[in-house]
């Protein structure tokens, strides 16, 4: 793949794909814990936070800005370690492997969408979709099918040589679902995906995101403080003062 200006990030191979059952959850998180220092205090954003979630289910995280949704998506994928308690997925304990191991495992099995789109501007549509699939290890054919497949089926396939500066935030967001989808990961985290659009927009996105994970049994989290998200999901997680829950809160429900 050409970048204007950039060199090509070597392929990593796909070391960390994993056979999952049916019956077994997906994500098992056990009394994590994340405490950050701040000056000569400590501040702990997460408390005992425990959670199952089985493979093929749209879940929903709620919470208010700074609740620490974000803290927990990071520490679900690895990005992040608690300080205390275990993360595994398809039972690979994340909280046991190196940063190497982590970010391996990441770009085999996780996919992102972000409320900034986070598309890499030197890139079309196109090659942003292949990317994963390149650092994956997978062929260059197989990546240009499997990202062309992908852009059709969010309504992009005519946009593939295009820049991500000529497309809207509702197209933007479109291909960031295209390319968190394209290696096929086991499950899908989302933090705020809806927060740059108008209704309409985050709507079709909501919408696109739970119907391409339902068709590939992918394992959705989505991370927001939009009610309009209740409706669509299998489950509603609420998270306040650093503990998780199941049940919603009246400021949370939609009025409709």
């Known amino acids: 793949m050409e970048r204007r200006g950039e060199k090509c990030t070597p392929p990593i191979p796909h070391a960390f794909s994993l056979p999952m059952t049916d019956s077994s959850p997906l994500v098992e ?11 000569d205090r400590d501040r702990t954003v997460l408390r005992d936070v425990s959670l199952r979630l089985g493979r093929g289910a749209f879940s929903v995280l709620m919470g208010r800005s ?22 595994r997925i ?43 699939l390149e650092l994956a290890g997978e ?13 059709d ?9 295009d820049f991500p500066d000529r497309l809207s935030g509702g197209e933007q967001q479109r291909v ?7 290696h096929e990961p086991l499950l ?12 309409e927009t985050g709507q079709a996105v909501l919408t696109l995101l ?17 009610p309009e998200a209740l409706p669509r999901a299998d489950r509603v997680l609420h998270l306040h003062g650093g503990t998780l829950h199941e049940e919603v809160p009246e400021y949370v429900v939609p009025s409709r």
């Open 29 to 39: 998180l056990d009394a994590l814990t994340k405490t950050y220092r701040e000056g």
């Open 66 to 87: 700074g609740a620490g949704k974000s803290t927990l998506l990071n520490l679900i994928s690895g990005i992040d370690l608690p300080t205390a308690g275990r993360v």
């Open 90 to 132: 398809g039972g690979a304990d994340l909280t046991e492997k190196s940063e190497t191991e982590r970010t391996k495992f990441r770009r085999a099995n996780i996919g992102f969408v972000f409320q900034s789109f986070n598309l890499i501007s030197t890139l079309t549509v196109g090659e942003n979709v292949r990317l994963p």
């Open 139 to 151: 062929t260059p054919r197989a990546d240009r099918d499997r990202a062309r497949a992908m852009l």
């Open 153 to 161: 089926r969010v309504g992009l396939a005519d946009r593939a040589d």
């Open 176 to 182: 960031a679902v295209a390319r968190a989808l394209a």
């Open 188 to 199: 899908v985290l989302a933090d705020e995906p809806t927060g740059n659009l108008d209704y």
């Open 210 to 226: 739970g119907d391409l994970v339902r068709d590939t049994d992918t394992t959705l989290l989505v991370a927001t403080h939009d």
